[in-house]
């Protein structure tokens, strides 16, 4: 009797792992390959109009910015993927306009990718362009005067830094502003 179920454990632990390994695959390698668009940046087109905005690569000063914002750590509590949940479309919408969920062709050019899960700070998909430079001034100054309750430490260093503060906003402002979704179409920074 003891044989059957030792037998019965090893013939599960082998399923297991065997279905593990078809969904890893099914989910990671196969979409890539049958959907060739991931791979492409994201491009906006109007059949009248033809390509109106596209992502385009980093500039040095954005790719500054991005450094910036890796080396500081702010990835751990923001996220950057508008998921398809309504209260995600809605939070990182624009006056009154619900916010396109992110798209694989979004993040072509970031390496690494800085998706983030803990979503401690607010997401920062589609933050480009809502706030102005003397708004990320004060709020990396001390994020309690503008945001109050905020568990966002200050960021000082940055703030009085012009060459990182103006590379920090420049990437923050490139963020989400590739996809023509907002009412007044500034898309283009």
Not at 117 to 134: F, I, M
């Amino acid at each position: 009797m003891l044989s059957k179920t030792d037998a019965s454990a090893a013939a599960f632990a082998v399923a297991a792992v065997v279905f593990f390994l078809i969904g890893g695959l099914l989910t990671t390698v196969v979409p890539p390959l049958v959907d060739k668009t991931w791979g492409k940046p994201f491009e906006n087109s109007d059949p009248s109009k033809g390509p109106i905005g596209k992502l385009e690569p980093y500039t040095d000063l954005e790719r500054k910015g991005r450094d910036i914002y890796v080396r500081e750590g702010c990835w751990y509590c923001h996220t950057q993927q508008t998921r398809t949940l309504l209260a995600d479309t809605k939070r990182s919408g624009w006056r009154g306009v619900d916010a396109p969920i992110s798209t694989p062709d979004e993040f072509v050019y970031d390496s690494p990718h800085m998706f983030g899960t803990k979503r401690t700070g607010p997401d920062l998909s589609r933050v480009g362009g809502k706030y102005d430079a003397q708004w990320h001034k004060t709020h990396f100054r001390n994020p309690r005067d503008l945001v109050p309750g905020s568990i966002m430490p200050p960021f000082p260093w940055i703030a009085e830094n012009p060459e990182e503060f103006d590379a920090m906003v420049a990437y923050l402002q490139k963020l989400g502003r590739a996809k023509d979704w907002r009412p007044d179409h500034d898309y283009e920074h």
